[in-house]
């Protein structure tokens, strides 16, 4: 019998969110034995002969076994693979400020990286559950290309959050859909080929989509179905801007400072819009952008967090007591990273503190130093906590006392990176890339236009073509809308610059 306790779980303060975890935790993890026991009995099957890494809502990894154990850390695992591929990004292309998209079929994931660090936060919301776990700070809104468009009972036009997902999937995948969908949006307006879906695995109908359009928006709203296309493309561009603000904007970003990444397998096809919406300049296609997550698999570390509640007050605080707890967490967490197999000089252990004013209800986790805890670090904890605060809330009290809430302990064991190789750049001509031309719609180019297509694959460092055009490869396909120009680099991503 799967068996979820508190203790094990979640050892520290606050009922609610200790109780809501361990739910999660004991909900998730029934699931997660049988899904990963099988997954593991086919690779042993297959020959592997080592233990193979789950990802986590931290960003790292941790074995299939201790996932199973603390099941409910991995709720956002996807995500934050992706964001991690962000940081690799950001370290790589010696741009520290990204904005990462992910874009899929369901949901559309920002991740700021603001330099070259993504935010950690300790606890969050899933599906209305809170969950105590430390997690990378990422917004998920319903925008996917599944997305489903419809009317409300005030006549306004909406997409999503209700998705079609992948069964029966959007009208023009053929497979009983019936409702409009931002990928049958995109392929009546003419950024998607019909005849090279899935690189050409998969035949889809603009028939069907173009009909189920006309049924469920134009006609009612008195348009065409183009027209209600369009009118779809820019509503769902607006929500994805909107959520890209939320972790921009909203949280004192100057998006101007920042490029766009985007990921996912339907992101590249609306990029040039969010980024005008949003500010940015920039936008980054990685080669890998349809497998993005998995790229950030391979460049995360194993993280294994750890965290006790330790109530003190500073100053004041039994420095005796404190160190000997932090001692004991720390033994703890080195012991299970050990049992991973992790040599000891590939391990590290990182330590943070869960500290607020006296009085106040929610804390700040700020990074401590390493060692026993004297009398004389206590003041330049205090002034982290202080700075932490201010760069937050926008105000700090110096003069008021600090309450300690938690002590946390991150054991930390590296691991190899894949790194990408640069390749030589060439001139600057891709007319070899080119493939052939089709109708595509822009609003500021008055609809439809002849648009030149390009190969991806024939694509190569060096290359230069303008807007507008479009990018095909077997899963993503990347729209250059008129105003941008797009340029392959060193690393064969598509780097896309806004020219006015």
């Given at each position: 019998m799967f068996v979820s306790i508190s203790s094990e779980?979640?050892?520290?303060?606050?009922e609610y969110e200790r109780m809501s975890t361990t739910v999660a935790n004991a909900y998730v993890g029934p699931k997660l034995t049988v899904y990963l026991s099988n997954l593991e009995r086919q690779l042993k099957a297959d020959g592997l002969k080592r233990a193979?890494?789950?990802?986590?809502?931290?960003?790292g990894v941790m074995t299939a076994e201790t996932a199973i154990r603390h099941a409910s850390a991995t709720l956002l695992s996807g995500p934050a693979a992706g964001a991690i591929g962000a940081v690799f990004f950001a370290g790589l292309l010696e741009q520290k400020n990204l904005i990462l998209m992910d874009m899929g079929g369901t949901s559309f994931d920002v991740t700021l990286v603001s330099q070259g660090r993504v935010t950690l936060s300790t606890e969050g919301e899933i599906a209305g559950y809170r969950l105590a776990k430390p997690m990378i700070d990422i917004h998920t809104i319903g925008a996917?290309?599944?997305?489903?468009?419809?009317?409300d009972g005030g006549g306004m036009l909406k997409v999503g959050p209700a998705s079609a997902g992948s069964d029966p999937g959007p009208v023009c995948y053929g497979l009983g859909g019936e409702k409009p969908t931002v990928t049958d949006a995109n392929l009546l307006?003419?950024?998607l080929n019909k005849d090279y879906f899935l690189g050409g695995e998969m035949r889809v109908s603009e028939e069907k989509a173009r009909a189920e359009m006309k049924r469920h928006i134009a006609e009612p709203l008195g348009l065409d179905e183009v027209a209600a296309a369009a009118g779809v493309?820019?509503?769902?561009?607006q929500s994805m801007a909107d959520a890209a603000k939320v972790v921009s904007v909203q949280r004192g970003h100057d998006p101007r400072e920042y490029a766009l990444v985007s990921a996912g397998g339907a992101c590249s096809v609306h990029a040039c819009r969010i980024a005008?919406?949003?500010g940015c300049r920039s936008v980054i296609v990685p080669r890998a952008a349809s497998v993005f997550c998995a790229l950030g698999m391979l460049e995360s570390d194993i993280r294994l967090d750890h965290v006790r509640t330790f109530n003190a007050?500073?100053?004041g605080i039994d420095l005796a007591a404190f160190n000997q707890t932090i001692r004991q967490l720390e033994e703890r967490a080195l012991a299970e990273l050990l049992s991973m197999r992790v040599e000891r000089e590939r391990a590290a252990l990182l330590r943070y503190l869960d500290v607020r004013y006296v009085g106040q209800h929610h804390e700040v986790t700020i990074p401590i130093p390493g060692?026993?805890?004297?009398?004389?670090?206590?003041?330049?904890?205090?002034?982290s906590f202080h700075a932490a605060h201010e760069r937050l809330y926008t105000y700090a009290t110096p003069e008021s006392e600090l309450e300690v809430i938690n002590l946390r302990v991150t054991a930390v064991g590296a691991v190899d990176k894949t790194g990408l190789g640069r390749k030589p750049a060439g001139g600057p001509d891709a007319e070899g890339a080119r493939k052939g031309r089709r109708r595509a719609w822009f609003e500021e180019s008055g609809g439809f236009v002849q648009v030149p297509v390009y190969d991806r694959d024939r694509l190569s460092p060096g290359h230069r073509l303008g807007g507008p055009a479009i990018v095909e490869e077997r899963i993503t396909t990347v729209v250059v809308h008129p105003g941008w120009s797009l340029a392959v680099d060193e690393f064969e991503n598509l780097v896309m610059e806004r020219e006015r």
């Open positions: 779980v979640l050892p520290q303060i606050r193979f890494y789950i990802t986590a809502s931290n960003g996917g290309g599944g997305s489903i468009a419809w009317i307006l003419g950024y493309f820019r509503i769902i561009n005008e919406e949003v007050v500073i100053p060692g026993a805890i004297a009398e004389n670090h206590l003041g330049g904890i205090a002034e």
